[in-house]
């Protein structure tokens, strides 16, 4: 096994654990921040139940959640991506709402007062003015994501978890270190 040959392989892993993470958080930020702008709109009624809700998922062990879902999804990428489009939504749902309902009232009176529709105050006044609070959000379901990938690998999901289960499997130190530290760089890399 030549140098090249780790490089191909920890190349394929990384594409592995980037498709999961990527596809999961995309998901997760779609329906993440439609939900909580549906719980900002309708805050008496939705705000508990709706984020309790997401909050429960995030109360779920990983490795019992994917048990539930391999049922339903079979074992590969897909209950792997559902669950850690799961675990995304609460961090993605929550600064949702914490942003648009942290834009002060005046300013959207004064853009109603101009004329603004419901829709023009979301998109050129809400949407931008807790951006920043969105995207915090964002970061932190892609992190997460990106830790909780490495379990996929025990039901065939590939990414960075498959040394790190097939080092436990064979007692080799060296395989666990490549998969933790490339997950470890691939999360910081995210979170910076």
Same mark, same amino acid.
């Given at each position: 096994?030549?140098?090249?040959?780790?490089?191909?392989?920890?190349?394929?892993?990384?594409?592995?654990?980037?498709?999961?993470?990527?596809?999961?958080?995309?998901?997760? $930020?779609?329906?993440?921040?439609?939900?909580?702008?549906?719980? /900002?709109?309708?805050?008496?009624?939705?705000?508990? *139940?709706?984020?309790?809700?997401?909050?429960? +998922?995030?109360?779920?062990?990983?490795?019992?959640?994917?048990?539930?879902?391999?049922?339903?999804?079979?074992?590969?990428?897909? *209950?792997?991506?559902?669950?850690?489009?799961?675990?995304?939504?609460?961090?993605?749902?929550?600064?949702?709402?914490?942003?648009?309902?942290?834009?002060? /009232?005046?300013?959207?009176?004064?853009?109603?007062?101009?004329?603004?529709?419901?829709?023009?105050?979301?998109?050129?006044?809400?949407?931008? +003015?807790?951006?920043?609070?969105?995207?915090?959000?964002?970061?932190?379901?892609?992190?997460?994501?990106?830790?909780?990938?490495?379990?996929?690998?025990?039901?065939?999901?590939?990414?960075?978890?498959?040394?790190?289960?097939?080092?436990?499997?064979?007692?080799?130190?060296?395989?666990? +270190?490549?998969?933790? $530290?490339?997950?470890?760089?691939? /999360?910081?890399?995210?979170?910076?």
């Amino acid at each position: 096994e030549t140098w090249w040959d780790d490089v191909v392989y920890i190349l394929k892993l990384l594409g592995q654990h980037m498709f999961l993470t990527l596809t999961a958080t995309g998901l997760a $930020t779609v329906f993440g921040i439609g939900i909580g702008l549906l719980v /900002a709109r309708h805050e008496e009624t939705l705000a508990g *139940p709706l984020l309790g809700a997401v909050g429960v +998922l995030q109360t779920i062990p990983s490795l019992a959640l994917l048990a539930f879902l391999i049922p339903v999804f079979g074992i590969g990428m897909r *209950p792997a991506i559902f669950a850690l489009f799961l675990y995304g939504l609460l961090p993605i749902v929550r600064n949702t709402y914490t942003g648009i309902i942290s834009v002060p /009232a005046d300013l959207k009176d004064a853009g109603i007062g101009m004329g603004m529709t419901r829709g023009q105050l979301l998109w050129q006044l809400e949407l931008p +003015l807790s951006a920043k609070t969105i995207m915090a959000g964002i970061r932190t379901a892609l992190v997460i994501s990106v830790g909780t990938a490495t379990l996929g690998a025990f039901i065939g999901a590939g990414g960075f978890g498959d040394p790190i289960f097939a080092g436990l499997q064979q007692k080799d130190n060296g395989k666990i +270190l490549l998969g933790a $530290t490339a997950s470890a760089i691939l /999360a910081l890399t995210c979170d910076y």
